[in-house]
């Protein structure tokens, strides 16, 4: 069974900056990728940025050069830092993990944009 719990939510002025983690529990393996996804309301699920099991990074173009993604596999955790957050950011972040064909879930965070 693999648990994910985000941390690091909350409101900040447009331009501000916020780092999101996500600690995973349970069979994580090596080989796994990680990611982050946000939906707004009213809106679908949107990819945000994903990092492979050897830290290769892909990007969405919205967030490409303000977001940076990390991991750290010992501690079997995975971040986001975000910079110069605009109003349009504001969303629920959730953290995913594929791995075994099999797609996991955290609950997710909420970041609010807004001056």
């Known amino acids: 069974q693999v648990q994910l719990v985000e941390s690091g939510g909350g409101l900040v002025q447009p331009g501000g900056s916020l780092r999101l983690s996500c600690a995973a529990s349970g069979s994580i393996f090596s080989f796994s990728t990680m990611g982050w996804y946000r939906q707004a309301p009213g809106k679908q699920r949107e990819w945000v940025a994903t990092?492979?099991?050897?830290?290769?990074?892909d990007y969405a173009n919205s967030v490409k050069g303000r977001f940076t993604i990390s991991r750290d596999n010992a501690k079997k955790t995975v971040s986001l830092q975000m910079n110069t957050l605009k109003p349009e950011d504001t969303a629920a972040y959730y953290c995913?993990?594929?791995?075994?064909?099999?797609?996991?879930w955290g609950q997710g965070t909420q970041v609010t944009v807004s001056s």
């Open positions: 995913e993990l594929t791995q075994g064909g099999r797609d996991y």
């Open positions: 990092i492979s099991s050897i830290g290769i990074t």
